[in-house]
């Protein structure tokens, strides 16, 4: 069985392989939760410690494939949902990812999913989360419109 930290750099190396270079030229990574906004907790991990840790990881592998990367946030601090916008929102040529590992009490409720909010997006979320349901044993959650979403 593959621990939390083993699952996400699985989807960091995926999303890696998946992101295609002709469509930008940035990636904006946005390592969810922070701060005093610990994100879900699991027998003493925090989503926020977690997700912080993917990002740094992705950022490396998509630097050296040379890609410009900005993080919204590099250590445990907080920031609102309309900061980490701004943040991305300087950079036009540019894709938006934020990580979260999300959990739920109800432990039949398992998966991968992946969110979007553009066409362009859907086309990436399509092929990220395809790469991850060939490589990973879980349910596939599908791929969701994320227009609810700040970020």
């Not at 300087?90 to 909010?117: L, M, P």
Request: aromatic share 8%.
């Amino acid at each position: 069985m593959l621990n939390v930290r083993s699952w996400a750099i699985i989807a960091v190396f995926l999303l890696a392989q998946a992101v295609p270079a002709v469509a930008f030229r940035t990636v904006v990574i946005d390592p969810g939760h922070g701060g005093k906004d610990d994100g879900a907790k699991h027998y003493g991990v925090k989503e926020k410690d977690v997700n912080l840790d993917t990002a740094k990881r992705l950022e490396q592998i998509l630097k050296r494939k040379g890609y410009k990367v900005v993080m919204t946030r590099r250590t445990d601090r907080f920031l609102k949902l309309q900061e980490r916008a701004r943040i991305a929102n300087r950079y036009r040529d540019a894709i938006f990812v934020s990580i979260h590992c999300n959990a739920h009490s109800n432990t039949s409720v398992k998966g991968i999913e992946t969110f979007y909010a553009t066409l362009e997006g859907r086309r990436l979320a399509t092929t990220i989360q395809r790469e991850l349901v060939k490589r990973i044993n879980t349910r596939n959650r599908g791929i969701k419109v994320g227009k609810q979403y700040a970020v």
